[in-house]
């Protein structure tokens, strides 16, 4: 064959694959033209109505926030859409946000992709709704902050892929965020309350070609300059401006020992990907590792934990901890918060009071809330304890599941017809370290803080 038909015939493919259509994304779109099929209104009373396929949104009186919610629910997914709003509005896209009847009476919450066309200009930023506050704010994206275009359609990219959330404004990389606290939920259209502010009333936030893919993500990924937030073992914004410490800093030992030790147990605790495990060998309390407390002592305080159970597992989260008062074999004397497979632990039907060693319980002393949202084994629950002026509340992933006073007559009694009556002033002390237990059962820990009265004034 001669060069130059070569030639031609290398310039024909060329041309012919050059003219081959590029194959398009499979875009589902969510608005229909003239109609809400497929959205929900939760929340507020705020007005929605779509024409033409722009669904407006618009502010009223005396209502709290308003979500126009997708009736389906999404978990990995690549979403855009376009919207304009008024100057003088706050507005936000929830993604993988949910209503739950026992998670303040059904409040909408998860994660919020910003509309703010305020000075402040974080727009695309990415706020957690009725949960954690700020998570990615916009202070050190001028480029993303100037992007915003007021009183004209601006245009949004998000992609949740996994524990990844990642957001563009107008094409320019916004915010990017490393962060597993919620896998699915539906996607939702914020029209933001004005309370009586009469001069906010009436005004508007539209929204246009929204479309979704969720399928072969990965083909359509787009790559990220943007430096991710990381919340795992890490404070938030607002819980650094809050006063929050790390009470472990998810690498070391640092400010923790073995209750029966004076250093870390050299087995059968194991920190490894930032989490803090105690391994299984074999049940009871007089296991490889042993417990380990905290080297400081604490009155008041407020403690957040996120724990991870596996089958049959049992542990806990002991406070007003004393490792003196109990020097021989077994677990140190403290109040527990109750860590426990409760389908397959048998703990769970024993106790001085029915239903007193189930999870989130007062071990042995108060039983937990029976409409406790407790997520599956092998899943992450976030614990809180806060203990103030000797009240003190359990709550489990943001609900609150049982409460108490310690030192009343009524906590007294209690303690009376328990185990630990043998045990002079138990749950009464004024300061005592923090406590997770080993039981010889597996039980994984991260993301541990604390807050007390000083770090909050500070």
């Known amino acids: 064959m001669g060069k130059s038909i070569l030639?031609?015939?290398?310039?024909?493919?060329?041309?012919?694959?050059?003219?081959?259509?590029?194959?398009?994304?499979?875009?589902?779109?969510?608005?229909?033209?003239n109609n809400l099929e497929g959205w929900t209104v939760l929340g507020g009373v705020a007005t929605y109505n779509v024409k033409d396929g722009v669904i407006t949104g618009t502010s009223v009186a005396n209502t709290p926030n308003t979500f126009l919610t997708t009736n389906k629910n999404y978990d990995n997914f690549i979403f855009e859409v376009e919207y304009k709003v008024d100057p003088s509005m706050n507005s936000g896209i929830q993604i993988r946000s949910n209503s739950l009847p026992y998670y303040r009476n059904g409040r909408v919450h998860g994660y919020q992709i910003e509309i703010d066309p305020s000075e402040r200009a974080w727009s695309a930023g990415i706020y957690d709704?009725?949960?954690?506050?700020?998570?990615?704010?916009?202070?050190?994206?001028?480029?993303?902050?100037?992007?915003?275009?007021?009183?004209?359609?601006?245009?949004?990219?998000?992609?949740?892929?996994?524990?990844?959330?990642k957001t563009w404004?107008?094409?320019?990389?916004?915010?990017?965020?490393?962060?597993?606290?919620?896998s699915s939920g539906f996607i939702a259209l914020q029209v933001h309350s004005v309370g009586k502010n009469l001069e906010k009333v009436g005004k508007s936030v539209m929204w246009k070609n929204a479309k979704i893919l969720t399928e072969n993500l990965s083909k359509y990924s787009t790559k990220s300059p943007i430096e991710p937030v990381i919340t795992k073992n890490s404070l938030t914004i607002d819980e650094t401006k809050q006063g929050w410490k790390m009470?472990?800093?998810?690498?070391?030992?640092?400010?923790?020992?073995?209750?029966?030790?004076?250093?870390?147990?050299?087995?059968?605790?194991?920190?490894?990907?930032?989490?803090?495990?105690?391994?299984?060998?074999?049940?009871?309390?007089?296991?490889?590792?042993?417990?380990?407390?905290?080297?400081?002592?604490?009155?008041d305080f407020e403690l957040k934990v996120d724990f991870k159970l596996t089958p049959g597992a049992n542990s806990g989260i002991k406070y007003y901890v004393d490792t003196e008062i109990n020097k021989g074999p077994g677990s140190s004397i403290g109040?527990?918060?109750?860590?426990?497979?409760?389908?397959?632990?048998?703990?769970?039907?024993?106790?001085?009071?029915?239903?007193?060693?189930?999870?989130?319980?007062l071990y042995d002393l108060i039983k937990a809330d029976e409409q406790k949202p407790i997520k599956p084994i092998g899943e992450w629950?976030?614990?809180?304890?806060i203990s103030k002026n000797n009240?003190?509340?359990?709550?489990?992933?943001?609900?609150?599941?049982?409460?108490?006073?310690?030192?009343?007559?009524?906590?007294?009694k209690l303690v009376s017809e328990s185990k630990y009556a043998k045990w002079p002033n138990f749950g009464t002390l004024e300061k005592g370290q923090i406590l997770l237990q080993?039981?010889?059962?597996?039980?994984?820990?991260?993301?541990?803080?604390?807050?007390?009265?000083k770090n909050k004034e500070n």
């Not at 404004?169 to 919620?182: E, Q, R, S």
């Not at 629950?381 to 304890?385: G, L, P, V």
């Open 7 to 33: 030639r031609i015939l290398v310039f024909v493919g060329l041309f012919v694959s050059c003219q081959q259509p590029k194959e398009e994304a499979p875009w589902v779109s969510l608005i229909n033209n």
């Open 129 to 165: 709704e009725a949960r954690r506050g700020w998570l990615c704010t916009l202070e050190d994206n001028p480029e993303a902050q100037t992007a915003f275009k007021q009183n004209e359609w601006n245009h949004y990219r998000v992609e949740a892929i996994g524990d990844t959330i």
């Open 169 to 182: 404004i107008n094409n320019v990389p916004a915010a990017y965020l490393i962060d597993d606290k919620t």
């Open 247 to 299: 009470l472990w800093d998810g690498k070391t030992t640092n400010g923790w020992r073995g209750a029966k030790l004076d250093k870390f147990p050299e087995e059968g605790w194991l920190i490894e990907n930032g989490e803090l495990t105690v391994l299984a060998s074999g049940g009871g309390e007089s296991a490889a590792g042993g417990d380990i407390v905290t080297t400081e002592l604490y009155s």
């Open 335 to 361: 109040l527990e918060y109750q860590i426990l497979d409760d389908a397959l632990h048998p703990d769970a039907k024993l106790g001085a009071k029915e239903g007193s060693r189930t999870v989130c319980s």
């Open 381 to 385: 629950n976030s614990a809180y304890i």
């Open 391 to 412: 009240h003190v509340e359990h709550w489990l992933n943001n609900v609150k599941v049982l409460e108490y006073e310690r030192g009343s007559d009524d906590f007294l």
């Open 438 to 453: 080993d039981h010889g059962d597996k039980v994984t820990f991260r993301n541990i803080k604390i807050r007390t009265p």
